[in-house]
């Protein structure tokens, strides 16, 4: 289902919100940007870090596995979040899911290696803007001044009352990468557009 | 909220840990070897101590890894953290309790100057009486200068039905202070008259009920700032909640720093100035709207307040948060606060912003400066309007510029009540007498005497007189009844002395032990990283205040690797010290009531009552008398009642002690605490791709965990009865289509994929060819069923695995539980790829052609694409994954696409199936068609306590697997019970009777004398369209051995007969699952 025409036709979880994302980022005057980041590729990579598969594909891919636990990488096109010690999830640009899944295989030759699409599994959400940190502070109990999860952080963690995977951006003013399950997409955008109301 | 350091992620709340029970209790190597008994030990055994235990826990919200913690069951505290297979470590040691004040010099070294202090006189006593320039047009008691209220923006508030004026910066009680208003209250059990008698939080007397702009009960006169337009009334003691909904916005906020700091008064001041500019992020929070504490009550200093508070303001790392009171001191330096945000604005408050916010405070360290509170004296008639607090009376002439008053006796039993008394004289009050219970009452009372103000040493106050308000006031010497003298007096300040506000630093775990030199209970000793500066701490001398709230500021800095400052702090000149008496109560001549709980109309007698009834412990008293429980929680009663009690007993308060201090601190509303977490926002809804189809087309919808899922679609006025008849009938005779997207689903993956399956269920699934399905039962170690799914062999190193609905992410937890704490060798893997798919089942004899209509490169006959096998195909163009499984007993497909498809696919399905009537279901539907099958569902037909065989899947359990989870269970002597209850099918004797869900089923046609013997009960009941009658699943004690026998149900006030059935009612042999 990678690199079709059907692209076109795809309908992501917080396609029928996008009018009301962008009214908060109006509404504030950039206080607050929000927007849903649809179709991004996502491959949930299980390998043992200790072994060969670990540098065979963070080769392949031109992006490392990152050992640093609740860490990303970004190298071009690709984002590698750390997970767990044997778990990343790798991002890469909408539609290139086989593409990655195929590489990462082929890396990993006969290392045990699990790679799984899961591109569906989740929608991203940009929350970006000078007040971003205070609107996540709403619901999330992690430290999120720039000394505790500056750029290149990444935590699996819970916002409101869904569990998410918080990506810091690689400049502050980038904001964060706010990772739901799908199904929980359109209950945290209510969250997020209820919690915006102050600043918007 | 517990602090738990996950070895990978560090430290992150409680809220994110699944707890997993004992650790290192391996999984046996030869379950099959072991004795019932030894087998039920594993099972049901688990050690119970106080102390340090070694626990699994798994970061469920977080990593996903399972771990170990030695927590201290006693403490909670975790000692230490470790990897799952690592082994455990050696003995650590909890943490040692810190004593409250670290560090701090003998209380005579730190008398000497800070540094940078000049000898400057202090305050000096008032030789002379100032011109008693009292009275604002409308307010006759506003003195006409002085205070902190804005005499520009004038305020007009309604009390009572009266309209009255004060100014900005009034609270409602200095307000109605300054209209000559005294008396706020009735008191709750003798309706006496009660008046104003503090200055803030521990107001006893003066609760009332705000009316307007919002109905809120309850509410300290003294803690409600006052607004334009503010509509309240006294209360005889309890108020009356809201009717109607609260329209105001609350939330809440996560906040972090390395230092808290918690009251803004000198010493708080001192602490949070000295890491300002540390770098160190430091938040301070005071309830007040402005700095300043005890300072702002005293007017000293408030220079160095400014000053101090616009250095913290502009400080990048410093947070001050005004109106703001902590109320809750938790586990790691968890601290709950409520900001006030837009009460003090009434009608002009914006309904973006939040009304009240909690924050909810993670602090490296913290410094507790809250102060302390005056307190009473139990004397005759102690309760009348005018009797007030010395400090407060004094923070009401020198705060917001009103006399409480016209003239006054102050009774006191230490120093603190004379700069009171001064400040009151000042400012035009008439002091008719200092009363000072100590013989020797020593240096300021010559002050007081040289101010012209009569002091009477060793005299107590025995009575007061009045009914609206104070009259008169008897002083005799302390201790006898002759030698009265009497005051005609409209107020009676008095001081009993002071205790710590030490609640939040007991909430924090901390003890408090009683100090015999303030006559206080202090704070000792605390595992939390928290340190007690100020009167907090039990130092009451203004100069030891600041350089102990500096050095405890300081001290937190360097603990978080920051280097403090040395901040300014204000020339403060020594004062004169007299140690304080400590009384309690004042013997009566009459038997006047000598009042303890102001609140809760509790008396000295009542105390006696409790200690003559037998009663040794404060926590008794408190419960018999009520002492200390209105909400006020006893600020100015609880040691009060304690030294009485301890009178009483005729022992020492030291060892008596106090009653527990609980959060909150002050009463916070339940709006607030709730926060955004209402309505749509109280729990989140899950909802499929297709959910907007649902919706437009006027399903309902059943919660099915978190998961809205459509229950059944009604057309035309259709009843439910209706309605699921209907899309019965389209299943079994035409064709319908579901959304079954909520299944979980998991992929496992790795070389020893089918391994772990095999061990994981009951039956064999490393077998599965490729390209095929199995349906799979999983239970847990004592043999019960604990999930069921189908899985579909995607390759020889990949399956999927799906589970119920409600169970996914339990199955998934118990999967990563076994493989990283029993079976790490495994190469394996698992994954949540639950909405990566979304999943349509199309069932029913038409279902075929719908499906080879809209999958032309599928070939759909029974023999290319047999029952249990799966197909890649294009489904309507979309890539999808087609499986041949039904839960109905029709010919079925399960359709699976990326859910950024279903839409496309649900439509195409939609259209293409007109020809045939195709009917969206519901899980109605679903339930129906599945329990004439007589297929369970786990957690609806299974409680925890059913095997397979129980529900008659022998079949589903292999006997050729040497071992699984559950397997050694089912050799149990309980487990081949022939009375266990097996899951049977059930049909009244009237097909239209309908067996509710729950209903108990018994032998006979009459009920006997109870205890009734229950056979067992209806799991599941169902009208049906294709059995033309009603029917039940239920579990009945030897089931199998009891179909064709006649049974009871009670239903209502009759008992029903009905007869015990295969659970198999529909299809028996199967014919229509082919087409």
């Not at chain 2, 500019?277 to 700095?291: F, H, N, T, Y």
């Not at chain 2, 909802?687 to 919660?703: C, D, I, K, S």
Request: glycine share 10%; net charge negative; hydrophobic share 40%.
């Amino acid at each position: 289902m990678a690199d079709t025409a059907l692209t076109a036709q795809q309908r992501s979880p917080l396609a029928h919100a996008a009018d009301r994302l962008a009214a908060v980022t109006r509404a504030s005057g950039g206080a607050i940007r929000l927007a849903e980041l649809p179709f991004l590729a996502q491959a949930n990579v299980r390998l043992d870090a200790k072994g060969a598969a670990a540098d065979d594909v963070g080769l392949a891919l031109g992006v490392q596995l990152p050992l640093e636990p609740n860490t990303v990488v970004r190298a071009g096109d690709l984002t590698a979040l750390w997970l767990g010690p044997d778990e990343w999830l790798v991002v890469g640009r909408p539609g290139t899911q086989r593409d990655l899944e195929s590489r990462i295989r082929s890396a990993a030759g006969d290392e045990p290696v699990s790679v799984t699409d899961v591109s569906a599994q989740r929608t991203t959400v940009l929350i970006a803007g000078p007040r971003a940190r205070d609107l996540l502070s709403h619901g999330c109990s992690l430290d999120l001044h720039p000394r505790a999860f500056g750029p290149g952080r990444c935590a699996q963690t819970t916002l409101a009352r869904t569990q998410v995977v918080l990506v810091a951006r690689d400049e502050p003013r980038a904001g964060f990468w706010v990772l739901v399950r799908s199904s929980f997409a359109d209950y945290l955008k209510e969250w997020v557009l209820d919690a915006a109301v102050e600043y918007a | 909220m517990l602090l738990i350091p996950c070895p990978w992620c560090g430290p992150r709340d409680e809220a994110e840990f699944h707890y997993g029970g004992q650790a290192h209790v391996p999984y046996p190597e030869a379950p099959a070897a072991l004795t019932d008994e030894e087998w039920a030990r594993y099972l049901f055994f688990r050690d119970n101590p106080k102390g340090p235990f070694a626990e699994r826990w798994s970061h469920a919200a977080g990593c996903r890894r399972w771990f170990n913690a030695v927590r201290d069951t006693a403490t909670n505290e975790i000692l230490a953290v470790y990897k799952a297979g690592e082994e455990r470590p050696a003995p650590v040691e909890p943490r040692a309790a810190n004593p409250a004040r670290l560090g701090v010099p003998p209380l005579g070294e730190s008398e000497d100057e800070p540094e940078g202090r000049s000898t400057t006189t202090g305050p000096q006593p008032t030789t002379h009486r100032e011109a008693a320039a009292v009275g604002v047009p409308g307010q006759a008691f506003r003195r006409s200068a002085g205070g902190r209220v804005d005499r520009n923006d004038q305020l007009t508030f309604t009390f009572d039905g009266a309209a009255y004026q004060g100014f900005r910066g009034d609270t409602l009680a200095s307000a109605l202070l300054a209209n000559g208003v005294i008396a706020a209250a009735t008191s709750i059990k003798l309706g006496r008259p009660r008046g104003i008698f503090s200055a803030g939080v521990e107001e006893p007397n003066a609760v009332v009920q705000i009316e307007e702009p919002f109905p809120e009960p309850m509410l300290p006169a003294t803690t409600v700032e006052l607004y334009d337009g503010l509509v309240a009334s006294s209360l005889p003691g309890q108020g009356r909640l809201a009717t109607e909904p609260d329209p105001a916005r609350y939330d809440a906020v996560h906040a972090h720093c390395d230092l808290l700091v918690v009251g803004a008064g000198p010493a708080g001041l001192a602490a949070a100035a000295a890491a300002a500019r540390s770098g160190a992020r430091v938040v301070l929070a005071d309830d007040q709207p402005e700095p300043g504490g005890s300072l702002l009550g005293t007017g000293e200093h408030l220079d160095w307040v400014t000053a101090t508070a616009a250095r913290l303001d502009a400080a990048p790392e410093v947070r001050v948060l005004r109106r703001t009171t902590v109320f809750g001191y938790y586990d790691d330096n968890h601290l709950l606060a409520v900001e006030r945000r837009t009460n003090h604005l009434g009608t002009e408050a914006p309904d973006n912003v939040s009304r009240e916010r909690v924050w909810r405070i993670r602090a490296h360290r913290v410094v507790l400066a809250t102060g302390a509170h005056e307190r009473s004296l139990a004397f005759g008639d102690n309760d009348r309007p005018g009797v007030m607090l010395a400090a407060s009376a004094r923070t009401y002439v020198n705060r917001y510029g009103v006399l409480p008053g016209r003239q006054a006796v102050v009774f006191t039993t230490n120093d603190s009540a004379y700069p009171a008394a001064l400040d009151l004289a000042a400012a035009g009050v008439g002091i008719a007498a200092v009363v000072d219970t100590r013989a020797e009452p020593g240096e300021w009372a010559a002050r007081a005497r040289s101010a012209g103000i009569e002091v009477l040493a060793g005299h107590a106050v025995i009575g007061t007189e009045g009914v609206a308000r104070v009259t008169a006031v008897t002083v005799a010497p302390y201790g006898e009844s002759a030698g009265q003298r009497e005051f005609a007096v409209d107020l009676l300040l008095v001081s009993g002395g002071w205790n710590p506000v030490a609640h939040l630093f007991s909430q924090a775990g901390g003890r408090l032990r009683y100090d015999d030199a303030p006559g206080a209970f202090v704070p000792d000793t605390c595992r939390q990283a928290v340190e007690v500066a100020g009167s907090a701490a039990g130092t009451f001398d203004l100069a030891a205040v600041l350089v102990q709230g500096a050095a405890a500021g300081a001290r937190a800095t360097e603990a978080e690797g920051c280097t403090p400052e040395a901040p300014g702090l204000p020339a403060v000149a020594a004062q004169p010290q007299s140690p304080p008496m400590h009384v309690f109560t004042v013997p009566a001549p009459t038997d006047a009531p000598r009042f303890v709980d102001l609140q809760r109309d509790v008396t000295v007698h009542d105390l006696a009552r409790a200690t003559g009834a037998g009663l040794r412990s404060v926590e008794h008293t408190k419960r018999y008398t009520t002492a200390g429980t209105a909400n006020d929680q006893g600020k100015t009663a609880g040691v009060l009642a304690s030294g009485i009690v301890a009178e009483l007993l005729g022992v020492d308060i030291s060892a008596l002690g106090t009653t527990t201090f609980r959060p909150p601190y002050t009463p916070v509303s339940f709006a607030t605490l709730a926060g955004r977490d209402r309505g749509a926002l109280h729990d989140p809804v899950r909802v499929t791709a297709l959910h907007a189809w649902h919706v437009q087309h006027g399903a309902l919808f059943e919660n099915v965990g978190q998961w809205k899922r459509p229950w059944y679609y009604p057309q035309d006025g259709e009843d439910m009865e209706a309605a699921v008849l209907r899309e019965c009938r389209a299943a079994r005779e035409g064709v319908a289509f579901m959304d079954a997207s909520t299944l979980g689903k998991i992929d496992v993956q790795g070389p020893d994929a089918g391994a772990f399956l095999d061990l994981l269920y009951t039956n064999m699934m490393s077998t599965l060819k490729v390209g095929m399905i199995r349906y799979g039962v999983m239970c847990r170690p004592d043999g019960m069923v604990f999930d069921d799914g189908t899985v579909i062999r995607l390759a020889q190193d990949r399956y999927l695995v799906t589970t119920t609905t409600g169970n996914a992410a339990a199955v998934l937890d118990w999967m990563e539980e076994w493989l990283q704490t029993e079976w790490p060798e495994l190469r394996v893997h698992c994954t949540s790829v639950t909405e990566q798919w979304a999943t349509v089942a199309l069932v029913g004899p038409r279902s075929r052609e719908v499906l080879g209509s809209l999958a032309p490169q599928l070939a759909v006959g029974n023999d290319d694409f047999p029952f249990m096998a799966w197909r890649e195909t294009t489904v309507a163009g979309v890539d999808a994954r087609v499986c041949r499984i039904s839960f109905s007993g029709e010919l079925a497909y399960e359709i699976n696409v990326s859910p950024w498809h279903a839409v496309d696919l649900w439509e195409a399905l939609h259209h293409a199936g007109a020809a045939y009537g195709i009917t969206p279901y519901g899980t109605e539907t679903m339930h129906v068609l599945r329990a004439e099958k007589g297929y369970p569902i786990i957690g609806q037909d299974t409680d925890g306590t059913v095997t397979p065989q129980d529900l008659g899947m022998s079949w589903a359990v292999s006997k050729k697997k040497p071992d699984f989870i559950g397997k050694r269970s089912y050799a149990r002597a309980d487990t081949v019970r022939a009375d266990r209850k097996h899951l049977v099918g059930l049909l009244p004797e009237d097909p239209a009777a309908f067996l509710p869900e729950g209903t108990h089923l018994v032998a006979d046609s009459v009920l006997p004398a109870p205890p009734v013997p229950m056979l067992g009960h209806v799991t599941s009941s169902y009208r049906s369209a294709a059995l033309g009658r009603t029917f039940a699943l239920a579990l009945i004690k030897g089931g199998r051995e009891r179909i064709g026998e006649r049974l009871y149900a009670p239903v209502g006030d009759r008992l029903l007969p009905v007869t015990v059935a295969s659970p198999v009612l529909y299809d028996p042999e199967g014919a229509r699952r082919d087409g």
